[in-house]
């Protein structure tokens, strides 16, 4: 008997399919005797278990008559066809019109974490690993566990974790908000996808800086929101390119331009509030890194400015602890409360009760203050590594964005095509050193080649040896300029 196995899984499996195809094809007509377990082990030079097991397979599904052991004989194909469980290849169904948005957004993202082999990964997005930070958690963890709630956490969000972000946000960021104000969700991204349901009809339109966070851009198109940018300058986001009318949404980051790096200046973020309140739409200011300030005091959030209750503001742990964690809140206006606590329900009936008691222990006991300035010291160590080293390698060539806050620089590259950056970028992973386009982060064109370079997760001495191969890529692919001629900041 001819059978060819396709190597997939289980050797039980394989066969299973490859009987099954050739009873399906008429190979095997119905009603024959199949080889005896031992003969077709034999045959086939696989264990008596594994055809056993493939022959109870086939009689469960109702391809096979008869006892095993004692014979077994191929049913008709008809009676087969009627107790085939799942079909192989599933139908076209019809989806909504979502499905079909949401596939072609998402066939578009470049993989995450694309470099996870190279020796020095500039990848924005990498955490900041601190054992000190994975310990003191492990603790909260297992002390919030031992006195955990078994039942439906409140959608909301846990009141004991909700008092910590109001009180955490009064004193760091500059908002007077109450625990009702305040909803916890799970990261950022799922604030975004949130206001989209809660607030865009589809072909809605939704303002973006440009450039801007790629996470809020894909939930937007996915649901169908009519996608706009305005750009931005030292100013952060020019409010005067905002469209004249039709807008529902504007998502800024005023504290630190994702990615350029600007802060908003005091009369752009009112003119901001004052065209939300003529046009009667809603700011998401997304606080993504705002804790992480190192040469200038900390700014308050726009929301402690606003006055007419059109800011949801958004803040993530990913930053402040580590993306894995999966927590974030949103201090909602009064009118928007409701309906977003309803979404949440309807989502996912809350965050994991656990994890947010752990951080609202981690938080009242001082630990994540603790945290946030033991990783506010180190990644300013890292940040001067990384400007030193720019300096140094790469001094002529690159033009560095201002920007005082985060985990990340703009390395701006004047005079270079987006051919060289290309090269740039390919010579350099051939070298074990990963670097990131800007373009990915505008809605078209970038105006110019520029990197995104990500500094939390390198220690200062490979921050150093990787700045050291970005300046030997510079020089071999001969865009490296003499120092002087364009100046990193
Ligand atoms: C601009 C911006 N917003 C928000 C986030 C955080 O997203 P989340 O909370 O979904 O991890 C990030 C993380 O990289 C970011 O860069």
Same mark, same amino acid.
Request: glycine residues 8%.
């Given at each position: 008997?001819? +059978?060819?196995?396709?190597?997939?899984?289980?050797?039980?499996?394989? +066969?299973?399919?490859?009987?099954? !195809?050739?009873?399906?094809?008429?190979?095997?007509?119905?009603?024959?005797?199949?080889?005896?377990?031992?003969?077709?082990?034999?045959?086939?030079?696989?264990? &008596?278990?594994?055809?056993?097991?493939?022959?109870?397979?086939?009689?469960?599904?109702?391809?096979?008559?008869?006892?095993?052991?004692?014979?077994?004989?191929?049913?008709?194909?008809?009676?087969?066809?009627?107790?085939?469980?799942?079909?192989?290849?599933?139908?076209?169904?019809?989806?909504?019109?979502?499905?079909?948005?949401?596939?072609?957004?998402?066939?578009?993202?470049?993989?995450?974490?694309?470099?996870?082999?190279?020796?020095?990964?500039?990848?924005?997005?990498?955490?900041?690993?601190?054992?000190?930070?994975?310990?003191?958690?492990?603790?909260?963890?297992?002390?919030?566990?031992?006195?955990?709630?078994?039942?439906?956490?409140?959608?909301?969000?846990?009141? %004991?974790?909700?008092?910590?972000?109001?009180?955490?946000?009064?004193?760091?960021?500059?908002?007077?908000?109450?625990?009702?104000?305040?909803?916890?969700?799970?990261?950022?991204?799922?604030?975004?996808?949130?206001?989209?349901?809660?607030?865009?009809?589809?072909?809605?339109?939704?303002?973006?800086?440009?450039?801007?966070? &790629?996470?809020?851009?894909?939930?937007?198109?996915?649901?169908?929101?009519?996608?706009?940018?305005?750009?931005?300058?030292?100013?952060?986001?020019?409010?005067?390119?905002?469209?004249?009318?039709?807008?529902?949404?504007?998502?800024?980051?005023?504290?630190?331009?994702?990615?350029?790096?600007?802060?908003?200046?005091?009369?752009?973020?009112?003119?901001?509030?004052?065209?939300?309140?003529?046009?009667?739409?809603?700011?998401?200011?997304?606080?993504?890194?705002?804790?992480?300030?190192?040469?200038?005091?900390?700014? !308050?959030?726009?929301?402690?400015?606003?006055?007419?209750?059109?800011?949801?503001?958004?803040?993530?742990?990913? =930053?402040? +602890?580590?993306?894995?964690?999966?927590?974030?809140?949103?201090?909602?206006?009064?009118?928007?409360?409701?309906?977003?606590?309803? !979404?949440?329900?309807?989502?996912?009936?809350?965050?994991? %009760?656990?994890?947010?008691?752990?951080?609202?222990?981690?938080?009242?006991?001082?630990?994540?203050?603790?945290?946030?300035?033991?990783?506010?010291?180190?990644? =300013?160590?890292?940040?001067?590594?990384?400007?030193?080293?720019? &300096?140094?390698?790469?001094?002529?060539?690159?033009?560095?964005?201002?920007?005082?806050?985060?985990?990340?620089?703009?390395?701006?590259?004047?005079?270079?095509?987006?051919?060289?950056?290309?090269?740039?970028?390919?010579?350099?992973?051939?070298?074990?050193?990963?670097?990131?386009?800007?373009?990915?982060?505008?809605?078209?064109?970038?105006?110019?080649?520029?990197?995104?370079?990500?500094?939390?997760?390198?220690?200062?001495?490979?921050?150093?040896?990787?700045?050291?191969?970005?300046?030997?890529?510079?020089?071999? +692919?001969?865009? !490296?300029? &003499?120092?002087?001629?364009?100046?990193?900041?």
């Amino acid at each position: 008997m001819y +059978l060819e196995l396709d190597g997939n899984g289980p050797l039980y499996a394989q +066969l299973t399919r490859a009987l099954k !195809a050739a009873i399906l094809a008429g190979r095997v007509a119905a009603g024959s005797r199949l080889p005896a377990t031992r003969v077709l082990a034999r045959e086939m030079e696989l264990s &008596r278990n594994t055809v056993l097991a493939a022959y109870e397979q086939l009689h469960a599904e109702g391809f096979l008559l008869g006892k095993v052991g004692s014979g077994s004989y191929v049913a008709s194909i008809e009676a087969a066809r009627a107790t085939r469980p799942v079909a192989r290849v599933a139908p076209a169904t019809p989806v909504a019109r979502y499905a079909k948005r949401a596939r072609e957004v998402f066939d578009r993202i470049i993989p995450g974490r694309q470099y996870k082999g190279l020796r020095f990964n500039l990848q924005y997005g990498l955490p900041l690993t601190n054992p000190a930070l994975t310990s003191a958690w492990r603790r909260s963890l297992a002390q919030a566990s031992a006195h955990a709630e078994l039942d439906y956490p409140d959608p909301q969000g846990l009141l %004991a974790l909700r008092t910590q972000v109001c009180d955490y946000l009064a004193r760091r960021r500059g908002i007077v908000a109450a625990p009702e104000d305040v909803l916890i969700v799970s990261g950022t991204q799922q604030a975004f996808f949130l206001a989209a349901t809660v607030i865009i009809e589809p072909g809605e339109s939704v303002v973006l800086e440009d450039p801007h966070y &790629r996470g809020a851009r894909q939930v937007f198109q996915a649901h169908g929101a009519k996608v706009e940018v305005a750009g931005v300058d030292g100013d952060g986001l020019i409010t005067d390119a905002l469209p004249a009318r039709g807008t529902r949404l504007v998502v800024v980051t005023p504290s630190h331009q994702f990615p350029a790096g600007a802060v908003m200046s005091l009369a752009r973020r009112l003119e901001l509030l004052d065209y939300a309140a003529r046009q009667r739409c809603w700011i998401m200011e997304d606080d993504y890194d705002g804790e992480f300030r190192y040469d200038a005091h900390p700014l !308050a959030a726009m929301q402690s400015l606003d006055r007419h209750g059109r800011v949801i503001y958004i803040g993530s742990f990913s =930053k402040t +602890l580590f993306p894995s964690l999966r927590l974030g809140y949103m201090v909602l206006p009064p009118g928007l409360r409701q309906a977003f606590v309803a !979404a949440k329900w309807f989502c996912d009936r809350g965050c994991p %009760a656990i994890e947010q008691a752990a951080l609202a222990r981690f938080m009242g006991d001082g630990g994540f203050e603790r945290h946030l300035r033991d990783a506010a010291k180190t990644l =300013k160590q890292r940040r001067n590594a990384m400007l030193a080293g720019l &300096r140094r390698y790469a001094g002529g060539a690159v033009e560095v964005a201002d920007s005082h806050a985060g985990m990340h620089l703009v390395a701006w590259l004047p005079g270079v095509s987006r051919a060289q950056c290309e090269k740039l970028i390919t010579l350099a992973a051939e070298r074990g050193l990963g670097l990131y386009s800007i373009h990915p982060y505008f809605l078209g064109r970038a105006p110019r080649e520029g990197l995104l370079l990500g500094y939390a997760s390198l220690p200062p001495a490979d921050i150093e040896a990787a700045m050291r191969v970005f300046g030997a890529c510079l020089a071999d +692919l001969g865009m !490296a300029r &003499r120092p002087g001629t364009a100046a990193a900041a």
